[in-house]
């Protein structure tokens, strides 16, 4: 069992930034691969970025590359989300997710362990 909990949501404005946080408890972080997904009222839940147990590769939604940046510390069992530029289309509620494997998958259904979600909104 990993349990994850998301931080460092909340309200900024269009081209501010946040930084989001998943806290990992319970199996080894170094084990899972990390993503982050989002979804917003009426939307189904998207990929928003990804990485590799090491951290060695990174993934990204293409409406995010180039704002957002993935990372993680395994030493701290932590995985952040930074977000730059951001935008009002940006409005959601994000949330973290892990697999026990390697690789990066876009799907949601491809992850066991999910947080319990921070709402980020930008307002314009």
């Known amino acids: 069992q990993v349990q994850l909990v998301e931080s460092g949501g909340g309200l900024v404005q269009a081209g501010g930034s946040l930084r989001l946080s998943c806290a990992a408890s319970?199996?080894?972080?170094?084990?899972?691969?990390m993503a982050w997904f989002r979804q917003a009222p009426g939307k189904e839940r998207e990929f928003v970025a990804g990485?590799?147990?090491?951290?060695?590769?990174?993934f990204y939604a293409d409406s995010v590359k180039g704002r957002f940046t993935i990372s993680r510390d395994n030493a701290k069992n932590t995985g952040y989300l930074q977000m730059n530029s951001l935008k009002p289309e940006d409005t959601a509620v994000y949330y973290c997710a892990t697999r026990q494997a390697m690789a990066v998958m876009p799907s949601p259904t491809a992850y066991n362990y999910w947080g319990q979600g921070t709402q980020v909104t930008v307002s314009s």
């Open positions: 990485i590799s147990r090491s951290g060695g590769s990174t």
């Open positions: 319970g199996r080894t972080f170094s084990s899972y691969a």
